[in-house]
């Protein structure tokens, strides 16, 4: 499996023509280096934040959300709303994601600054019945600043 990391569409990526190919000034390449660094951290939580979402351990989960954190969660998905920190946060992911909503590990996109995970969750009309949607996820660095349950889009 190939792994693509995209560049966020920021200040950087409009400065990244085929001049830049040749510009050799300092400041542009650490630029480009702490940019590069930043993202790789991100790719790296998201990798970490996977295996913390298959494990039954919703402390690991948790541990992955920025204090402020805010979760969404819409149809397809359980309990539609909105959850804000971590406490709040918590009580969700309890009930429903670390145990009911199954990511595919297939079916994953980083770009911009985020990750979406195409993921699966209980369908009302019976046991063993899934229906998918999407799991897409803003990180910081290593936190998770937002994550939205819904529809693909």
Same mark, same amino acid.
Do not use: C
């Given at each position: 499996?190939?792994?693509?990391?995209?560049?966020?569409?920021?200040?950087?990526?409009?400065?990244?023509? /085929?001049?830049?190919?040749?510009?050799?000034?300092?400041?542009?390449?650490? @630029?480009?280096?702490?940019?590069?660094?930043?993202?790789?951290?991100?790719?790296?939580?998201?990798?970490?934040?996977?295996?913390?979402?298959?494990?039954?351990?919703? @402390?690991?989960?948790?541990?992955?959300?920025?204090?402020?954190?805010?979760?969404?969660?819409?149809?397809?998905?359980?309990?539609?709303?909105?959850?804000?920190?971590?406490?709040?946060?918590?009580?969700?992911? /309890?009930?429903?994601?670390?145990?009911?909503?199954?990511?595919?590990? /297939?079916?994953?996109?980083?770009?911009?600054?985020?990750?979406?995970?195409?993921?699966? /969750?209980?369908?009302? @009309?019976?046991?063993?019945?899934?229906?998918?949607?999407?799991?897409?996820?803003?990180?910081?660095?290593?936190?998770?600043?937002?994550?939205?349950?819904?529809?693909?889009?």
């Amino acid at each position: 499996m190939v792994r693509v990391i995209e560049l966020s569409r920021s200040r950087l990526s409009r400065s990244l023509g /085929t001049a830049s190919k040749l510009n050799r000034d300092p400041h542009f390449i650490q @630029d480009l280096i702490s940019h590069g660094e930043l993202r790789a951290e991100e790719f790296l939580a998201a990798l970490a934040f996977e295996e913390a979402w298959k494990s039954p351990d919703v @402390d690991a989960v948790i541990a992955f959300f920025a204090g402020d954190a805010t979760l969404t969660s819409s149809s397809p998905f359980p309990e539609s709303g909105r959850y804000s920190g971590r406490p709040g946060i918590r009580a969700f992911v /309890t009930e429903h994601l670390a145990r009911d909503v199954r990511v595919d590990l /297939t079916e994953k996109q980083i770009a911009q600054n985020g990750v979406t995970w195409k993921v699966m /969750t209980p369908a009302g @009309d019976g046991p063993g019945n899934r229906v998918s949607g999407v799991a897409e996820a803003v990180f910081w660095g290593s936190e998770i600043e937002f994550l939205r349950l819904g529809a693909a889009t």
